[in-house]
């Protein structure tokens, strides 16, 4: 099975992963990466985001190992557009979060308007740090927490302690 899936992974943090090894199970997987003038856009708040080939270095370096792993082939192409790669022929179904999911369910009307059969829609949950709250590259950012979802003594962190 050809499994799509799209997103800035800037860091790469275990919920990421936790979408990579989903995809892996289903078949190859072509990830989507979003280009330097997408990722802005795709943003819930402003943030400084690394350069388009600093984050595919990286994140083919993550998807090498758990490919060799699952004894699967994937793909890492540049995102120009939110619907991305997803809407192309080969693809059979893309693994996507909750909050992302209404993206596929568009990505789905594309292709049936293009006369293509619509993705299985593959819906993995968040993965919770361990404070209860959602791992994001956001909070990794902020300094709230490190890439596993364990609480840091971040800026962010240290401020709230003073309040």
Do not use: C, W
């Not at 199970?25 to 080939?53: C, I, K, M, Q």
């Not at 994140?59 to 699952?70: I, W």
């Not at 004894?71 to 909050?99: C, S």
């Amino acid at each position: 099975m050809d499994v799509a899936l799209g997103g800035t992974f800037d860091p790469i943090h275990d919920g990421h992963r936790r979408l990579f090894r989903r995809g892996f199970e289903l078949g190859d997987l072509t990830v989507g990466l979003t280009s330097d003038d997408l990722a802005p856009e795709t943003r819930h708040e402003p943030r400084y985001v690394r350069p388009f080939e600093e984050r595919q270095a990286k994140l083919r370096e993550e998807l090498a190992e758990m490919a060799a792993t699952y004894d699967r082939d994937f793909a890492v192409r540049k995102l120009t557009e939110p619907t991305g790669i997803a809407v192309e022929p080969p693809f059979e179904a893309l693994v996507v979060t909750p909050e992302t999911q209404a993206g596929g369910e568009r990505i789905n009307r594309i292709r049936r308007e293009r006369g293509l059969d619509p993705l299985e829609i593959v819906v993995v949950e968040r993965l919770l740090a361990d404070d209860g709250e959602i791992i994001s590259s956001t909070r990794i950012v902020r300094g709230e927490i490190d890439e596993h979802g364990h609480v840091t003594e971040g800026p962010e962190n240290e401020r709230s302690a003073v309040r």
